[in-house]
């Protein structure tokens, strides 16, 4: 439980870090596509740090799979730093190079929800 929340607050931390650096470092700066891109970035993390306060708080569970958990916070944390990090290079430099890599870290959230979904589905109260 420990290791995910604290995962889980670092990255809202950052989440937050990356939100208002948009709101008063890159307005202006760049431009609004890919100021846009960076705000879905770091939306994106927020829900996905918040999700992995879900994944620390099953761990605490014994009566849930820990497998399906973990599969969720891991793959999670895989679309953050693929989703959200590629919309940040783009918003950052507007660069292309790694946009491709970006629904790779959506497949990754897909995986995380479903991996929590199977863990609700099977979890015997």
């Given at each position: ?29 760049v ?14 993390h ?62 990754a ?17």
């Amino acid at each position: 439980m420990k290791l995910w929340l604290a995962l889980a607050a670092l990255n809202g931390f950052i989440a937050v870090m990356a939100g208002a650096f948009a709101a008063h470092g890159l307005e202006g700066r760049v431009a609004e596509r890919a100021l846009a891109a960076f705000e879905t970035g770091a939306r994106y993390h927020m829900f996905h740090a918040l999700a992995l306060i879900a994944v620390a708080w099953l761990t605490s569970h014994s009566a849930i799979s820990q497998a399906s958990v973990t599969l969720a916070g891991w793959a999670f944390l895989a679309g953050i730093l693929l989703f959200s990090g590629t919309l940040y290079v783009y918003g950052l430099t507007e660069s292309r190079a790694l946009v491709m890599l970006t629904p790779v870290g959506g497949v990754a959230f897909l995986i995380g929800w479903a991996a929590l979904f199977w863990t609700a589905v099977r979890f015997k109260a």
